[in-house]
């Protein structure tokens, strides 16, 4: 393979969707967009009203791929750790 992403954390009306890598050798070709695309429409076509994902804001590349293939900024978050206290 050239490319993967992967579904996860699926709720009545949407998934998310997570895992995409592509190698470095096969970076800039197009790949990464061509999956995330079709895996977000492969979703949408089975019923889920809706796909999220999570980017790095820090990421210009991977921002610039998920909206032009139509994903749109929704909010910022915070990261939350829960530790042993042990």
Do not use: W
Not at 28 to 56: E, I, M, N, P
Not at 76 to 84: L, P, Q, V
């Amino acid at each position: 393979p050239v490319s993967m992403a992967a579904t996860t954390r699926p709720t009545r009306h949407g998934v998310g969707v997570n895992l995409v890598y592509t190698p470095p050798p096969f970076r800039g070709k197009g790949y990464a967009s061509s999956c995330v695309a079709a895996l977000s429409q492969l979703q949408l076509d089975s019923g889920y009203q809706f796909c999220v994902l999570y980017t790095d804001l820090a990421n210009p590349t991977s921002n610039s791929i998920y909206q032009k293939i139509g994903y749109v900024p929704v909010c910022d978050s915070d990261d939350y750790i829960f530790e042993n206290a042990n």
